[in-house]
T-cell receptor
Framework: DTGVSQNPRHKITKRGQNVTFRCDPISEHNRLYWYRQTLGQGPEFLTYFQNEAQLEKSRLLSDRFSAERPKGSFSTLEIQRTEQGDSAMYLC???????????????FGAGSRLTVL | GENVEQHPSTLSVQEGDSAVIKCTYSDSASNYFPWYKQELGKRPQLIIDIRSNVGEKKDQRIAVTLNKTAKHFSLHITETQPEDSAVYFCAASIGNYGQNFVFGPGTRLSVLP
């Protein structure tokens, strides 16, 4: 296990097409997060899972975005009918959280860069 | 909701000098504050964190201070080196068990030789 893996690393698509990104977290981690990062900005929260349950989704997130984490392992993020404004780096992160620990250390993947033409 | 502000947006220092980055947050329920470093073209990596029951934490040349009353926390880097050049993000936890984060917009630190 070499960390959080994301695929593809780069995706160029035409407006209106659907895209799917995959994230393989660190195997023993129970939480998985998706963030979006644009140039010069900090990571913006999209959604997160605890095991296979999607516990929170950003209120700012369009319904064109959907994420799954079947069996609590890898996760996919799908964007339907892409728009130019969706162009960004999509970061996945995982963590192992224990209640009461007070710390939640995120390990990020290298990201999937989306360019919508 | 939580809002995290970060200043300055860019910072240039001479090698060997100290650098300080400051963040403020709005949600008094936030109880965990990590700092991430992102080098050009690479993923963010945790460099130090602090919990709300601690006022200061130090790890070699890096330290973080937290003022809960004022709702601000700061990253201090001493004896800066060229490899410290990166974008630094502060974050504040949100949610009952700190399960999520709001990140600041980042500070681009340049250490000049």
């Amino acid at each position: 296990d070499t960390g959080v893996s994301q695929n593809p690393r780069h995706k160029i698509t035409k407006r209106g097409q659907n895209v799917t990104f995959r994230c393989d977290p660190i195997s023993e981690h129970n939480r998985l997060y998706w963030y979006r990062q644009t140039l010069g900005q900090g990571p913006e929260f999209l959604t997160y899972f605890q095991n296979e349950a999607q516990l929170e989704k950003s209120r700012l997130l369009s319904d064109r975005f959907s994420a799954e984490r079947p069996k609590g392992s890898f996760s996919t993020l799908e964007i339907q009918r892409t728009e130019q404004g969706d162009s960004a780096m999509y970061l996945c992160a995982s963590s192992l959280i224990a209640l009461g620990s007070g710390a939640n250390v995120l390990t990020f993947g290298a990201g999937s860069r989306l360019t919508v033409l | 909701g939580e809002n995290v502000e970060q200043h300055p947006s860019t910072l240039s220092v001479q090698e060997g000098d100290s650098a300080v980055i400051k963040c403020t947050y709005s949600d008094s329920a936030s109880n965990y504050f990590p700092w991430y470093k992102q080098e050009l073209g690479k993923r963010p990596q945790l460099i130090i964190d602090i919990r709300s029951n601690v006022g200061e934490k130090k790890d070699q040349r890096i330290a973080v201070t937290l003022n809960k009353t004022a709702k601000h926390f700061s990253l201090h880097i001493t004896e800066t080196q060229p490899e410290d050049s990166a974008v630094y993000f502060c974050a504040a936890s949100i949610g009952n068990y700190g399960q999520n984060f709001v990140f600041g917009p980042g500070t681009r630190l340049s250490v000049l030789p």
